[in-house]
């Protein structure tokens, strides 16, 4: 079994430039990405099938030598159906982005950037340990006569609290 350098060096080129573009803000461009992977996968599994034979037709004698796989080709037809409704769906995102903003960027979400920055900056952190306590109902005050509001606690809650 040999296998076809040229197509092997195409869907290797295939699924490269796919990727690349998959990763880039216009959905245009990730839709270009998305059929350049699937067509490298395609030839990808077409070359790992082997070289192509006769068809897969066993004769009475059961010989079958120098018959094509059909599993591969078989893969292939349906990679085709699944990248066809792939495309059908990001087409249809791209056309209703470019109705609503007259672009087809992908968009940074708001919220996204608020925990950026949080992260950032790291206030997340002093607010959680500003508002955890060891003790439940201690307000750190250090006199345990006295309750949240500055009132006198009742001996039993001061027993309780201490």
Not at 28 to 39: A, D, E, P, Q, S
Not at 52 to 75: C, E, F, N, Y
Request: aromatic content about 4%.
């Amino acid at each position: 079994m040999t296998v076809n350098l040229t197509l092997a060096l195409t869907a290797a080129a295939l699924l490269g430039c796919g990727t690349y573009l998959v990763l880039e803000r216009s959905l245009t461009r990730v839709l270009v990405g998305l059929v350049m992977i699937g067509n490298g996968t395609s030839i990808a599994f077409l070359v790992a099938g082997g070289p192509s034979g006769r068809a897969p037709i066993v004769a009475k004698d059961g010989d079958t030598t120098g018959l094509s796989d059909p599993l591969p080709q078989a893969m292939v037809l349906t990679a085709i159906v699944i990248m066809l409704a792939t495309v059908a769906f990001v087409l249809a995102m791209a056309y209703r982005s470019w109705q609503l903003n007259g672009h087809d960027d992908v968009q940074d979400d708001v919220e996204d950037d608020i925990i950026r920055r949080l992260a950032t900056s790291d206030v997340t952190s002093e607010a959680y340990e500003a508002t955890t306590s060891d003790f439940p109902g201690d307000d750190s005050s250090g006199d345990p006569g006295q309750g949240p509001d500055d009132d006198p606690l009742v001996a039993d809650e001061a027993e309780i609290r201490s």
